[in-house]
């Protein structure tokens, strides 16, 4: 009898297991080249045990195993947001693997919003999820109660896993239809909800492509003996995106050593903006830019400057300092070349005389 009250346990199993094997047939059918640069969040034992334990009690098992076996499908950015589906709500159905793995990407988002932050945006706001183009919005708030509805679908277990960069929430069901017929016409049968423009939290910055670029770049330079100055690139990064909201396409100077890690925030910030260009520009680009050309960072009224034709062997140099590793990444939008040293700004250079 024992074995018999658990029966239920095997679609669950079955489900999550068939998800898992779908993910790693996708892995292995990509190139080597894509699996060394694939962006993979960093997450430490202390977080999954803690998510997938706190998941497991609330009656979330197959998100619970997910996310302990494959969390790589999850975070894929600085920030996540995870809206947990009820193993009751999976168990009953029969989905392709494929159907499953998107509509889970569809109940994470590249954002961390706690049910305080969400009680602070008006109703109608929507936020990006890591499937492309497809939003989740925000139908349902009502503070005074501590109720709200994503999809018209209530939270119906607010903050069950509340981290700095990442939430939790479970749902009382799955964000859009799990019936058969829809999901022979494709993923494309989820309509995106109407959106107030106006109150967005998604921008072209926050996009999900070009926030798990940036991931990816960050991963790379951790990767290429650049680890200082991709750990304050990443700390800063949520303040670029905030500022920069129409930031899509980037060109990085990244230095090996970065001691400015250990400075005050503020100062941080302006030094790594000052290694920023708001445009992808190559290296044969920088060659053929005339000298004093002056190049507009991403900290206000600090620009860099080109200087050319010091001699033939030297070539041309950004603010005295040559690129060392030209182009060590590149992609239609972002491009990172390596420089030897970093650069300061005027200010530091006169308050630490």
Request: hydrophobic share 45%.
């Amino acid at each position: 009898m024992a074995s018999c009250s658990h029966w239920w346990h095997a679609p669950i199993y079955f489900i999550a297991s068939a998800v898992l094997a779908f993910i790693a047939i996708s892995t292995a059918l990509n190139s080597p080249s894509e699996n060394a640069t694939r962006p993979i969040r960093p997450t430490s034992n202390y977080l999954s045990l803690n998510a997938s334990r706190t998941l497991r009690e609330s009656g979330f098992n197959i998100m619970a195993t997910l996310l302990m076996v494959s969390p790589e499908m999850f975070f894929l950015s600085p920030n996540t947001t995870i809206f947990a589906i009820k193993d009751t709500s999976l168990a009953n159905t029969s989905l392709p693997p494929w159907f499953l793995k998107n509509l889970l990407q569809y109940h994470t988002s590249p954002l961390r919003l706690s049910m305080e932050d969400v009680f602070k945006k008006p109703q109608g706001i929507c936020f990006p999820t890591l499937v492309d183009r497809k939003k989740l919005a925000v139908t349902k708030i009502d503070a005074k109660e501590r109720l709200v509805e994503i999809n018209h679908v209530m939270v119906s277990h607010p903050d069950l896993v509340l981290e700095r960069q990442v939430a939790i929430h479970g749902v009382l069901a799955p964000f859009s239809s799990l019936g058969s017929k829809d999901i022979f016409l494709g993923w494309e049968f989820v309509q995106a909800p109407i959106c107030d423009v106006n109150s967005s939290l998604v921008s072209d910055a926050n996009d999900p492509r070009i926030v798990s670029e940036w991931t990816r770049i960050i991963h790379l330079l951790s990767s290429h003996r650049f680890v200082s100055f991709a750990i304050g690139l990443n700390s800063v990064l949520d303040g670029i995106l905030v500022d920069h909201k129409n930031l899509s396409s980037v060109t990085i100077f990244a230095p090996p050593e970065f001691e400015f890690v250990a400075s005050s925030s503020p100062m941080l910030e302006k030094i790594v903006r000052l290694h920023i260009l708001p445009q992808r520009v190559t290296y044969m680009e920088l060659a053929a830019l005339p000298d004093k050309q002056r190049l507009k960072t991403l900290l206000p009224d600090e620009d860099l400057e080109i200087t050319n034709g010091v001699n033939v062997t030297q070539g041309f140099a950004i603010n005295g300092i040559q690129i060392a590793a030209p182009e060590i990444f590149s992609s239609k939008k972002f491009i990172v070349h390596g420089i030897p040293q970093a650069f300061e700004t005027t200010n530091f250079h006169n308050t630490s005389r």
